[in-house]
């Protein structure tokens, strides 16, 4: 009677470690593929999640921000088409700085191939 356990406790143990290994060997195949991905879906976010993340916490960074600066803006009676903005254009170059001439630049030497 202690030899068929014996019998039966080795094979379902051979038996578990062939099935194991026939797994390991078959996930490792479809992940190469690519057919599996690196995570688990509960750990993966879409693009559009994400999105919608960021925005709110953008939206609720600025709010107290945006408040307050209605509030200064409300104190200063600023009126809104007065509201000073910031010049995007080119700045003026004193015209009293000439540029060197050019006889006061250093002279380069040209390359000759040998």
């Known amino acids: 009677m202690?030899?068929?356990?014996?019998?039966?406790?080795?094979?379902?143990?051979?038996?578990?470690?062939?099935?194991?290994?026939?797994?390991?060997?078959?996930?490792?195949?479809?992940?190469?593929?690519?057919?599996?991905?690196?995570?688990?879906?509960?750990?993966?976010?879409?693009?559009?999640?994400?999105?919608?993340?960021?925005?709110?916490?953008?939206?609720?960074?600025?709010t107290k921000l945006s408040e307050r600066l209605e509030a200064i803006e409300e104190r200063l009676e600023i009126p809104p088409q007065k509201t000073p903005r910031l010049n995007a254009g080119r700045l003026d170059l004193p015209a009293d700085d000439p540029l060197p001439a050019e006889d006061a630049l250093p002279a380069t030497r040209k390359r000759s191939r040998a």
Request: hydrophobic share 50%.
């Open 2 to 62: 202690p030899e068929e356990i014996f019998i039966i406790i080795v094979v379902s143990i051979l038996a578990g470690t062939f099935s194991g290994i026939v797994k390991m060997v078959l996930e490792f195949m479809k992940m190469r593929q690519g057919t599996l991905p690196s995570g688990s879906a509960a750990d993966s976010m879409t693009a559009s999640e994400l999105e919608r993340l960021l925005e709110k916490a953008v939206r609720q960074g600025t």
